[in-house]
């Protein structure tokens, strides 16, 4: 197997998802890492976010991390010779005001992670636009959505749900445009 | 009022405060309140670090209001707002009621 620091995101992630996993501890990765792994890099996430899908003790996750060399600085942690950050937000494991009931897996060569799907990737880039106008994630929900398969029909409901509907039909027309182009 | 539900005084001041003002800072909360600062940050950073209040930068100041992706946050804000409503109606009026017009530099009133 690969040394750590020779790992990409994707291998890392899977990494230490299955190292928390042999622990007891399960937890599926969420966030920007997500959008580098769905869309092979273009976008480049310098974090893992993995949301516990059970209830375990943050000690319990520092003494597992420092054994494969990893610190904690600030709720962050971090490898000298990594340059990703791992990080564990507060669960539940959610995209807005809805809980996640699908859970997507890839086969790394350094095991198996446990992520977002596409779509709930998707969802979950565009919560933070819709609710924070932010469009740098508008473009890592729109890069996800040209390259995976997604669920658009589920987006659509989940957006009218969050009251969201108007930005929601924004996207679509932005994947309608380059499908258009292409 | 649901400080006991909550755990903390300064928890409940803290979460009345951006429920009704959809954001604010330590030291504005702080001096609202005429509370110690310290605590007022400390919730703020505990409620941040479990994803229901979110911040952001702006100048040297760090600004925080609810986090709209959080989960719970309709019905923590529905929970809030009925605190507010039972508030002393002076109260109520001090918390809801407040200059949000721009103040020109320089100018003392």
Request: net charge positive.
């Given at each position: 197997m690969?040394v750590?620091q020779?790992?990409?995101?994707?291998e890392l992630?899977a990494f230490i998802?299955?190292?928390?996993?042999?622990?007891g501890?399960e937890?599926?990765l969420t966030g920007?890492?997500?959008v580098?792994?769905?869309?092979?890099?273009?976008?480049?996430?310098?974090?893992?976010?993995f949301i516990e899908?059970?209830?375990?003790?943050?000690s319990?996750i520092k003494d597992?991390?420092?054994g494969?060399?990893?610190?904690?600085y600030?709720?962050?942690?971090?490898?000298k010779?990594?340059?990703?950050?791992i990080?564990f937000p507060?669960g539940p494991l959610?995209i807005?005001?809805?809980?996640v009931?699908?859970?997507?897996?890839?086969?790394f060569?350094?095991?198996?992670?446990?992520l977002l799907?596409?779509?709930d990737?998707?969802?979950?880039?565009?919560?933070a636009?819709?609710?924070?106008?932010d469009?740098?994630?508008?473009?890592q929900a729109y890069?996800?959505?040209?390259?995976?398969?997604?669920?658009?029909n589920?987006i659509?409901?989940?957006?009218?749900?969050?009251?969201?509907?108007g930005?929601?039909?924004?996207f679509?027309?932005?994947l309608?445009?380059?499908k258009n182009?292409? | 009022m649901?400080?006991?539900?909550l755990?903390s005084?300064?928890?409940?001041?803290?979460?009345i405060?951006?429920v009704?003002r959809?954001?604010g800072?330590?030291?504005e909360?702080?001096?609202?309140?005429e509370s110690?600062?310290?605590p007022?940050q400390?919730q703020?950073?505990?409620?941040e670090?479990a994803n229901?209040?979110?911040?952001?930068s702006v100048?040297?100041?760090r600004v925080?209001?609810?986090n709209p992706?959080?989960?719970f946050?309709?019905?923590?804000?529905?929970?809030?707002?009925k605190a507010i409503?039972?508030?002393?109606?002076?109260?109520?009026?001090k918390?809801t009621?407040y200059?949000t017009r721009?103040?020109?530099t320089?100018?003392?009133?």
């Amino acid at each position: 197997m690969k040394v750590l620091q020779d790992m990409d995101i994707g291998e890392l992630a899977a990494f230490i998802c299955n190292v928390l996993s042999n622990h007891g501890i399960e937890c599926v990765l969420t966030g920007g890492a997500c959008v580098s792994i769905y869309s092979n890099n273009r976008y480049q996430s310098g974090d893992l976010d993995f949301i516990e899908t059970g209830e375990s003790k943050r000690s319990k996750i520092k003494d597992i991390l420092s054994g494969i060399g990893f610190e904690e600085y600030n709720r962050y942690f971090k490898r000298k010779d990594v340059k990703y950050f791992i990080e564990f937000p507060s669960g539940p494991l959610s995209i807005a005001s809805e809980r996640v009931n699908e859970i997507s897996e890839i086969e790394f060569s350094t095991g198996i992670l446990k992520l977002l799907s596409p779509t709930d990737c998707v969802k979950d880039r565009l919560a933070a636009y819709y609710f924070w106008d932010d469009k740098e994630s508008l473009e890592q929900a729109y890069l996800v959505a040209t390259v995976q398969e997604i669920n658009i029909n589920e987006i659509a409901r989940w957006s009218k749900k969050e009251n969201c509907t108007g930005k929601f039909n924004q996207f679509k027309k932005l994947l309608i445009k380059n499908k258009n182009e292409a | 009022m649901i400080e006991v539900l909550l755990g903390s005084v300064n928890k409940e001041r803290v979460l009345i405060y951006l429920v009704a003002r959809k954001s604010g800072y330590a030291r504005e909360i702080a001096r609202y309140y005429e509370s110690e600062l310290t605590p007022i940050q400390s919730q703020l950073r505990n409620l941040e670090n479990a994803n229901i209040l979110a911040s952001q930068s702006v100048g040297k100041t760090r600004v925080y209001s609810l986090n709209p992706r959080y989960p719970f946050t309709k019905e923590l804000v529905n929970l809030i707002e009925k605190a507010i409503y039972f508030l002393p109606d002076e109260e109520k009026q001090k918390l809801t009621v407040y200059r949000t017009r721009p103040r020109r530099t320089g100018k003392e009133i």
